[in-house]
């Protein structure tokens, strides 16, 4: 029976909703999840609030993405503590592990990153570009696609985990200063994620890391 989401936040409603059938046993530890195409009219939202959803509960452990495969079942309940931390925790200090978690994914991103995974990064960036005359959550949300994708590409699922589980503060923070500011058209941050890109692209660790640490470190600065 498909179940409905009544009130906002709707990617809480619906991750709640999705945690609610694990726990009810409907899919096995392991299990792979349906697609989007069929979880986005099963909750009563669109697939984009899928993606959320599914973000925050791989951030807090429950599910976890393998490129290429799809999403599956890492554990039957939520634990709460990682959660916590994170809504505890100054936006300083998730961008501070965000840098360390991303300029060492960019940098594997740059050696191990395969053809699929660079397609995806190149259409991350084009959406994110396209996304900045939308509205501030449509930006946001293309800006966490493309870095995902880039943490995607270095091959390591606790390090995509890792990235998983800050999303949720980062978003609401970077929604809520983009909201006020409408700074969308930033010559200077487009340019840092295209030199990303790049670097990946060209297999250059290095300069796909600094490029990486350069632009978080900014963000910081921004969002302080």
């Keep these: 029976m498909a179940q409905r989401v009544q009130r906002t936040p709707l990617a809480d409603q619906a991750a709640q909703l999705l945690l609610d059938r694990i726990r009810a046993g409907e899919w096995r530890l392991g299990a792979k999840l349906p697609g989007e195409t069929t979880l986005a009219p099963q909750l009563g939202v669109g697939r984009s609030t899928v993606r959320e959803a599914i973000r925050q509960l791989a951030g807090r452990g429950v599910l976890t993405t393998r490129q290429g495969a799809g999403v599956f079942v890492a554990a039957l309940d939520a634990p709460t503590d990682r959660v916590a931390l994170m809504s505890r925790a100054s936006i300083a200090s998730v961008i501070e592990a965000r840098i360390a978690v991303e300029t060492e994914a960019a940098a594997l991103a740059a050696q191990r990153r395969t053809p699929a995974h660079l397609r995806a990064i190149r259409k991350a960036l084009a959406d994110r570009s396209a996304a900045s005359s939308v509205s501030a959550a449509s930006y946001v949300d293309a800006d966490l696609d493309f870095h995902r994708a880039v943490v995607v590409a270095a091959g390591n699922d606790l390090l995509t ?47 796909a890391a600094q490029c990486s640490r350069g632009h978080l470190t900014a963000m910081k600065e921004t969002l302080k």
Excluded at 167 to 178: N, Y
Excluded at 179 to 207: C, F, K, P, Q, V
């Design 161 to 207: 985990d890792m990235f998983d589980l800050s999303t949720p503060r980062v978003r609401e923070a970077m929604v809520d200063m983009l909201a006020m500011t409408g700074e969308y058209h930033d010559t200077a941050d487009r340019d840092a994620h295209t030199a990303l890109t790049e670097a990946i692209a060209d297999r250059r660790s290095a300069d």
